[in-house]
C-alpha cells in the first residue's frame, strides 16, 4: 500500500509540473504575439503618416506660389519644415515689374499625424526689380530708371490642413517687418541721357501691406506622400 501511495503521489507531481509548463508556454506564446501586434500597429501608425506635401498657394503676399513641406519624425511628428517659391510680372501704369517671393520657416502641427490646426513661423522675402518708363523730371523732361525693392518679413500663422492623399489647407496670419512706403532711384532723361534726376515713387501696390507688416492670407491644396 505505501509503495502504492507513493507511486500515486509522484503520478500527481508529474502532471501538475506539465501542466505548469503548458501554461507558462501558453502565456510566453500570448506575451510574443502581444508585442507583434504592438509592434505592427506601430509599423501601419507609422505608414499612416504622410510625411511629404507638395502643392500649390494662392492669396497674399505671394499670389501664386509653390511649395513643400516635410514632417519630421522627432517630437512625435509635430514639426514640420517647409518652402514656398512664386515668381509674377507686374505692368501697371508707367511701371513694370518682376516680383519674386521666398519663404522657409516650420510648421508645428498640434495633432501628431502632421495634419489639422497649426502654428507656423517663418521668414520671407519679397523682392521686386522695378523697370519705370515716362516719368516725369524737372523742366519738362521725361525720362526712365530700374531699381530693385525688397520686403521682408518675419510671419506669424496659423493654419488648418486636412489628411489624405488630396489636401487643402487655410492660413490666416500677419507678417512682421519695417517695410518702406516710397523708395529713389536715377531716371535717365529719354532725350538726353547725359542728364540724370534722382526720382522718388511709392512701392508697388500689394494688398495688405503697411510700414509696419503685411496681412497674411491664403488657401491652397496638394499632394501628400
Same mark, same amino acid.
Given at each position: ?17 506539465? !501542466? *505548469? ?17 504592438? =509592434? !505592427?500597429?506601430?509599423? =501601419?501608425?507609422?505608414?499612416?503618416? @504622410?510625411?511629404? *506635401?507638395? #502643392? ?35 505692368? @501697371? ?26 502654428? #507656423? ?14 516719368? *516725369?523730371?524737372?523742366? $519738362? ?15 506669424? @500663422?496659423?493654419? +488648418?490642413?486636412?489628411? #489624405?492623399?488630396?489636401? +487643402? ?7 512682421? $517687418?519695417?517695410?518702406? =512706403? ?10 538726353? &541721357? ?9 512701392? &508697388? ?21
Amino acid at each position: 500500500m505505501k509503495l502504492k501511495n507513493l507511486l500515486f503521489i509522484k503520478l500527481i507531481v508529474s502532471a501538475g509540473l506539465l !501542466q *505548469s509548463q503548458e501554461i507558462e508556454k501558453t502565456v510566453a506564446s500570448n506575451d510574443s504575439l502581444s508585442e507583434a501586434m504592438t =509592434q !505592427q500597429d506601430s509599423i =501601419q501608425s507609422e505608414y499612416k503618416i @504622410k510625411r511629404l *506635401s507638395i #502643392g500649390l498657394k494662392v492669396g497674399i503676399p505671394n499670389m501664386a506660389s509653390v511649395g513643400a513641406q516635410y514632417t519630421l519624425p522627432i517630437l512625435n511628428n509635430h514639426l514640420a519644415p517647409y518652402f514656398e517659391y512664386s515668381a509674377y510680372a507686374y505692368d @501697371k501704369d508707367k511701371m513694370e515689374g518682376d516680383f519674386k517671393f521666398s519663404e522657409f520657416g516650420a510648421s508645428y502641427y498640434f495633432n501628431e499625424k502632421g495634419k489639422g490646426l497649426y502654428f #507656423g513661423i517663418g521668414v520671407s522675402s519679397l523682392k521686386v526689380k522695378a523697370a519705370y518708363n515716362n516719368v *516725369s523730371l524737372d523742366f $519738362g523732361k521725361t525720362g526712365s530708371g530700374s531699381t530693385e525693392i525688397a520686403l521682408n518679413t518675419t510671419n506669424l @500663422k496659423l493654419g +488648418f490642413k486636412t489628411g #489624405g492623399r488630396i489636401y +487643402f489647407r487655410v492660413e490666416v496670419g500677419y507678417g512682421m $517687418g519695417d517695410l518702406p =512706403q516710397t523708395f529713389n532711384f536715377t531716371a535717365i532723361d529719354n532725350s538726353n &541721357p547725359l542728364y540724370r534726376e534722382t526720382v522718388t515713387e511709392d512701392i &508697388p501696390e500689394i494688398p495688405g501691406i503697411s510700414e509696419s507688416g503685411i496681412i497674411i492670407g491664403n488657401i491652397g491644396f496638394g499632394v501628400s506622400f
